[in-house]
């Protein structure tokens, strides 16, 4: 009896899945540079109107021209020619230095203990450290007044020295304890076996290495220092202690009835300059620190 065998169909092929349609980038980049540029313009108009109204003299201050229809360099030098506006510079530079030197010869220590030792509840340690920088500085102006004003620190280099650390400090040791994480350990660990003692590979193989944070953490600090606002007017009174800051805002015109919009408008941009050239040369240092072990490979 002749048997019939039946092959087996072979199954239909299955749809090939749908593959989301992704936007293409050619298409937005337009978009992404008009959104660039518009952020650009935003934060250079400010700037770009300080520098129209310092170039102004006179009834040309008040009127309101895009720009100055008789630019004059004489706020400028009259600026310059100010003797508490090169004294407060002089006091601006000095805080701001010392403040950034201290920070970072503190920071590195709390930064490696917090990267490198087994300590317990490291991320509570370091979360406490940043919870200082959101305590209200207005808070503590009043009692640091009446403290300073008892023990003689009012009014005196050391006793803006002292509070603009405290609060630099955490911001430095959250930068540099991201950098010395990224420092690999068997470095420091070969130095130790060759009889290095822990200081000594701290001082001369970690501390080498972290030059670009040490860097990226001294621009922040002492930008964060010279621009620093309220403590410096609260704990200051007399122009042979107060910063830049402090004192363009005590700037006074050349009599009651004139406002000194010009002079205030030269000085800020005297002071602010130097500023913005030092971030627009190490911005990229800049973000790599604020960015240092935010991306695990």
Known sequence: ????????????????????????????????????????????????????????????????????????????????HN???????GNSVLVGVITTGLAL?????????????????????????????????????????????????????????????TFALPMAIFVLTSFFREIPFELEESALIDGATPFQAFRKIILPLAVPGLATTAILVFISVWNEFLLAVTLTSTPAARTVPVAIAFFAGT????????????????VTIPLLVVVLIFQKRIVAGLTAGAIKG
Do not use: C, H
Not at 30 to 43: D, E, N, Q, R
Not at 58 to 73: I, V
Not at 83 to 89: K, V
Not at 137 to 159: C, E, N, Q, R
């Open 105 to 165: 010869l503190l920071a590195s220590f709390a930064a490696y203990a917090l990267a490198r030792l087994k300590l317990s509840r490291k991320g509570l340690i370091l979360g406490l450290v940043l919870s200082v920088t959101t305590f209200p500085v207005i808070a503590i102006a009043a009692p640091m007044f009446k403290i300073w004003s008892d023990i003689g620190l009012y009014d005196t280099l050391p006793g803006l020295i002292i509070p603009k650390l």
């Open 255 to 270: 009599n009651e009835f004139e406002q000194p919009i010009g002079t205030i408008s030269a000085a800020s941009v005297l």
């Open 83 to 89: 003797g508490n506006f090169l004294t407060a510079l």
């Open 1 to 80: 009896m002749a048997m019939v065998l039946e092959t087996a169909k072979p199954a239909p092929p299955r749809p090939a899945p749908r593959q989301r349609k992704r936007p293409d980038r050619n298409r937005l980049r337009p978009l992404t540079m008009a959104f660039v540029v518009l952020v650009m313009l935003g934060s250079l108009v400010p700037f770009y109107w300080l520098i129209n109204t310092s170039l102004k003299t006179g009834a040309d201050l008040s009127s309101g021209s895009l720009y100055p229809t008789d630019p004059s360099l004489q706020n400028y030098l009259d600026v310059i």
